[in-house]
T-cell receptor
Framework: NAGVMQNPRHLVRRRGQEARLRCSPM?????VYWYRQLPEEGLKFMVY????????ESGMPKERFSAEFPKEGPSILRIQQVVRGDSAAYFC???????????FGEGSRLTVL | GQNIDQPTEMTATEGAIVQINCTYQ??????LFWYQQHAGEAPTFLSY????GLEEKGRFSSFLSRSKGYSYLLLKELQMKDSASYLC?????????FGTGTRLQVFP
Protein backbone atom coordinates (compact mmCIF):
# COMPACT_ATOMS: atom_id res chain seq x y z
CA ASN A 1 0.00 0.00 0.00
CA ALA A 2 1.73 3.13 -1.22
CA GLY A 3 1.97 6.03 1.17
CA VAL A 4 0.94 9.61 0.57
CA MET A 5 2.58 10.71 -2.66
CA GLN A 6 3.57 14.29 -3.25
CA ASN A 7 5.16 15.85 -6.30
CA PRO A 8 7.25 17.58 -7.15
CA ARG A 9 9.61 17.03 -4.24
CA HIS A 10 11.46 20.21 -5.09
CA LEU A 11 10.20 23.19 -7.07
CA VAL A 12 11.98 26.42 -7.94
CA ARG A 13 9.99 29.41 -9.14
CA ARG A 14 10.75 33.06 -9.82
CA ARG A 15 8.70 35.76 -8.20
CA GLY A 16 5.38 36.21 -9.97
CA GLN A 17 5.19 32.67 -11.34
CA GLU A 18 2.70 30.01 -10.33
CA ALA A 19 3.40 26.92 -8.25
CA ARG A 20 1.29 23.76 -8.37
CA LEU A 21 1.82 21.07 -5.80
CA ARG A 22 0.13 17.70 -6.09
CA CYS A 23 -0.84 15.13 -3.51
CA SER A 24 -2.26 11.64 -3.90
CA PRO A 25 -3.62 10.29 -0.59
CA MET A 26 -3.15 6.77 0.63
CA UNK A 27 -5.51 4.21 -0.83
CA UNK A 28 -8.81 4.25 1.03
CA UNK A 29 -8.24 7.71 2.49
CA UNK A 30 -10.79 10.34 1.59
CA UNK A 31 -9.53 13.23 3.71
CA VAL A 32 -6.62 15.43 2.63
CA TYR A 33 -4.85 18.13 4.61
CA TRP A 34 -2.22 20.64 3.55
CA TYR A 35 0.32 22.07 5.99
CA ARG A 36 3.14 24.58 5.50
CA GLN A 37 6.42 24.40 7.37
CA LEU A 38 8.93 27.23 7.40
CA PRO A 39 12.56 26.44 8.32
CA GLU A 40 12.96 25.77 12.04
CA GLU A 41 9.21 26.16 12.59
CA GLY A 42 6.23 23.91 13.23
CA LEU A 43 3.58 22.72 10.82
CA LYS A 44 0.91 25.32 10.11
CA PHE A 45 -2.51 24.08 9.03
CA MET A 46 -3.69 25.46 5.72
CA VAL A 47 -6.71 23.54 4.43
CA TYR A 48 -8.72 20.35 4.86
CA UNK A 49 -10.52 18.81 1.91
CA UNK A 50 -12.67 15.84 1.06
CA UNK A 51 -13.48 14.78 -2.48
CA UNK A 52 -14.87 17.82 -4.31
CA UNK A 53 -15.34 19.75 -1.05
CA UNK A 54 -13.30 22.22 0.95
CA UNK A 55 -14.17 21.50 4.58
CA UNK A 56 -11.92 23.94 6.42
CA GLU A 57 -9.70 26.58 4.79
CA SER A 58 -9.17 28.70 7.88
CA GLY A 59 -5.38 28.51 7.51
CA MET A 60 -5.23 29.53 3.86
CA PRO A 61 -4.01 33.03 2.98
CA LYS A 62 -6.89 35.01 1.54
CA GLU A 63 -5.15 35.78 -1.72
CA ARG A 64 -3.07 33.81 -4.23
CA PHE A 65 -3.61 30.42 -2.57
CA SER A 66 -6.21 27.87 -3.58
CA ALA A 67 -6.72 24.14 -3.13
CA GLU A 68 -8.86 21.48 -4.71
CA PHE A 69 -9.47 17.75 -4.43
CA PRO A 70 -11.37 16.68 -7.54
CA LYS A 71 -13.45 13.55 -7.89
CA GLU A 72 -10.69 12.02 -10.00
CA GLY A 73 -7.01 12.72 -9.55
CA PRO A 74 -4.78 14.21 -6.89
CA SER A 75 -5.36 17.14 -4.60
CA ILE A 76 -3.67 20.30 -5.83
CA LEU A 77 -2.38 23.28 -3.88
CA ARG A 78 -1.96 26.24 -6.18
CA ILE A 79 0.01 29.36 -5.38
CA GLN A 80 -0.30 32.21 -7.85
CA GLN A 81 2.19 35.07 -8.25
CA VAL A 82 4.62 33.55 -5.78
CA VAL A 83 6.71 35.76 -3.50
CA ARG A 84 9.89 34.97 -1.59
CA GLY A 85 7.88 34.50 1.62
CA ASP A 86 6.14 31.51 0.04
CA SER A 87 9.39 29.55 0.17
CA ALA A 88 8.66 26.65 2.51
CA ALA A 89 8.02 22.94 2.71
CA TYR A 90 4.41 22.06 1.93
CA PHE A 91 3.24 18.81 3.45
CA CYS A 92 0.17 16.90 2.47
CA UNK A 93 -1.43 14.40 4.83
CA UNK A 94 -4.33 12.02 4.47
CA UNK A 95 -6.47 10.16 6.93
CA UNK A 96 -8.93 7.26 6.87
CA UNK A 97 -12.64 7.81 7.57
CA UNK A 98 -12.20 7.72 11.37
CA UNK A 99 -9.79 10.66 10.95
CA UNK A 100 -7.78 9.83 14.02
CA UNK A 101 -4.27 9.74 12.62
CA UNK A 102 -2.68 11.70 9.81
CA UNK A 103 -0.24 10.10 7.41
CA PHE A 104 2.15 12.59 5.87
CA GLY A 105 3.81 12.71 2.49
CA GLU A 106 7.48 13.55 2.04
CA GLY A 107 6.66 17.18 1.29
CA SER A 108 7.21 19.55 -1.59
CA ARG A 109 9.93 22.11 -1.05
CA LEU A 110 9.24 25.37 -2.83
CA THR A 111 12.02 27.87 -3.37
CA VAL A 112 11.13 31.28 -4.77
CA LEU A 113 14.02 33.19 -6.30
CA GLY B 1 -7.49 30.79 20.74
CA GLN B 2 -5.01 28.02 20.16
CA ASN B 3 -1.73 27.74 22.02
CA ILE B 4 0.59 24.75 22.15
CA ASP B 5 3.90 25.11 23.98
CA GLN B 6 6.89 22.81 24.04
CA PRO B 7 10.59 23.45 24.60
CA THR B 8 12.55 24.45 21.53
CA GLU B 9 15.57 22.26 22.08
CA MET B 10 16.75 19.47 24.36
CA THR B 11 19.90 17.42 24.59
CA ALA B 12 20.47 14.00 26.11
CA THR B 13 23.01 11.19 26.20
CA GLU B 14 22.76 7.87 24.46
CA GLY B 15 21.13 5.29 26.74
CA ALA B 16 19.47 7.91 28.93
CA ILE B 17 15.79 8.82 29.40
CA VAL B 18 14.32 12.12 28.23
CA GLN B 19 10.90 13.67 28.82
CA ILE B 20 9.50 16.23 26.40
CA ASN B 21 6.66 18.30 27.82
CA CYS B 22 3.77 19.90 25.99
CA THR B 23 1.10 22.22 27.36
CA TYR B 24 -1.91 23.28 25.36
CA GLN B 25 -4.86 25.63 25.40
CA UNK B 26 -7.27 24.98 22.57
CA UNK B 27 -10.92 25.68 21.91
CA UNK B 28 -11.58 22.03 21.06
CA UNK B 29 -9.94 18.72 21.93
CA UNK B 30 -10.13 15.43 20.07
CA UNK B 31 -6.94 13.90 21.39
CA LEU B 32 -3.22 14.58 21.77
CA PHE B 33 -0.75 13.31 19.19
CA TRP B 34 3.02 13.05 19.09
CA TYR B 35 4.94 12.91 15.82
CA GLN B 36 8.63 12.46 15.08
CA GLN B 37 10.27 14.36 12.26
CA HIS B 38 13.84 13.86 11.08
CA ALA B 39 15.41 16.80 9.28
CA GLY B 40 14.15 17.04 5.73
CA GLU B 41 11.69 14.20 6.14
CA ALA B 42 7.97 13.67 6.69
CA PRO B 43 6.52 13.62 10.21
CA THR B 44 5.73 10.10 11.38
CA PHE B 45 3.11 9.16 13.95
CA LEU B 46 4.33 8.08 17.39
CA SER B 47 1.40 8.11 19.80
CA TYR B 48 -2.17 9.17 20.50
CA UNK B 49 -3.85 9.91 23.84
CA UNK B 50 -7.50 10.78 24.24
CA UNK B 51 -8.01 9.68 27.84
CA UNK B 52 -5.94 10.64 30.87
CA GLY B 53 -3.03 8.40 31.68
CA LEU B 54 0.00 6.74 30.20
CA GLU B 55 0.21 4.94 26.87
CA GLU B 56 3.32 2.80 26.41
CA LYS B 57 4.69 1.64 23.10
CA GLY B 58 8.13 0.08 23.28
CA ARG B 59 10.77 2.65 24.19
CA PHE B 60 8.26 5.49 23.82
CA SER B 61 5.47 6.43 26.24
CA SER B 62 3.04 9.32 26.20
CA PHE B 63 1.05 10.79 29.07
CA LEU B 64 -2.00 13.02 29.08
CA SER B 65 -3.77 15.10 31.71
CA ARG B 66 -6.77 16.80 30.13
CA SER B 67 -7.63 18.83 33.24
CA LYS B 68 -4.13 20.35 33.24
CA GLY B 69 -3.81 20.69 29.47
CA TYR B 70 -0.56 18.78 29.70
CA SER B 71 1.16 15.92 27.95
CA TYR B 72 4.64 14.49 27.84
CA LEU B 73 6.54 12.11 25.60
CA LEU B 74 9.01 9.85 27.37
CA LEU B 75 11.85 8.29 25.42
CA LYS B 76 13.85 5.52 27.11
CA GLU B 77 17.18 3.92 26.21
CA LEU B 78 17.96 6.75 23.85
CA GLN B 79 19.69 5.91 20.60
CA MET B 80 21.54 8.21 18.22
CA LYS B 81 18.77 7.73 15.67
CA ASP B 82 16.32 9.37 18.10
CA SER B 83 17.89 12.74 17.27
CA ALA B 84 14.95 14.47 15.58
CA SER B 85 12.19 16.99 16.18
CA TYR B 86 9.22 15.85 18.25
CA LEU B 87 5.94 17.54 17.44
CA CYS B 88 3.04 17.78 19.87
CA UNK B 89 -0.34 18.19 18.17
CA UNK B 90 -3.89 18.63 19.42
CA UNK B 91 -6.86 17.27 17.53
CA UNK B 92 -9.22 20.19 17.09
CA UNK B 93 -12.60 19.56 15.50
CA UNK B 94 -11.50 18.61 12.00
CA UNK B 95 -7.72 19.06 11.98
CA UNK B 96 -4.51 18.76 13.97
CA UNK B 97 -2.91 21.87 15.43
CA PHE B 98 0.83 21.47 15.88
CA GLY B 99 3.26 23.00 18.32
CA THR B 100 6.56 24.33 17.00
CA GLY B 101 8.34 21.11 17.90
CA THR B 102 11.20 20.16 20.20
CA ARG B 103 14.52 19.43 18.56
CA LEU B 104 16.25 16.63 20.46
CA GLN B 105 19.96 15.97 20.07
CA VAL B 106 21.33 12.72 21.39
CA PHE B 107 25.06 12.64 22.10
CA PRO B 108 27.24 9.54 22.48
Amino acid sequence: NAGVMQNPRHLVRRRGQEARLRCSPMKGHSHVYWYRQLPEEGLKFMVYLQKENIIDESGMPKERFSAEFPKEGPSILRIQQVVRGDSAAYFCASSPPDRRELFFGEGSRLTVL
Amino acid sequence: GQNIDQPTEMTATEGAIVQINCTYQTSGFNGLFWYQQHAGEAPTFLSYNVLDGLEEKGRFSSFLSRSKGYSYLLLKELQMKDSASYLCAVGNTDKLIFGTGTRLQVFP
